[in-house]
């Protein structure tokens, strides 16, 4: 049974920083392209930050200089680092771990950023 969960979401102002963590498990971790996605109330689930197996990266533009995503594959665990977070950053976040045809998400953590 496959499960990721997401936490580290909460509420913090403006320019502050928050840490999210995935913990995956029922897969082989090491093997899955890994993302993280969010969704602002009335807009599209939107991809935020992705890290390969072979750790190779990529991020939306409006995150870049802003947020690191990383990978333990010893903890099959994905982490994101949110610094100088606005409020246009609000929103629920989830995990994705994708493989070939395969696709798992979990159940999102919200995050809100106060101006």
């Known amino acids: 049974q496959v499960q990721l969960v997401e936490s580290g979401g909460g509420l913090v102002q403006a320019g502050g920083s928050l840490r999210l963590s995935c913990d995956a498990s029922?897969?082989?971790?090491?093997?899955?392209?890994m993302g993280w996605y969010r969704q602002a109330p009335g807009k599209q689930r939107e991809l935020v930050a992705g890290?390969?197996?072979?750790?190779?990266?990529n991020y939306a533009d409006s995150v870049k200089g802003r947020f690191t995503i990383s990978r333990d594959n010893a903890k099959n665990t994905m982490y994101l680092q949110m610094n100088s977070l606005k409020p246009e950053d609000t929103a629920i976040y989830y995990c994705?771990?994708?493989?070939?045809?395969?696709?798992?998400w979990g159940q999102g953590t919200q995050v809100t950023v106060s101006s």
């Open positions: 994705n771990a994708k493989l070939w045809r395969a696709g798992y």
């Open positions: 029922g897969i082989t971790f090491s093997s899955y392209y």
């Open positions: 890290i390969t197996s072979g750790r190779t990266t």
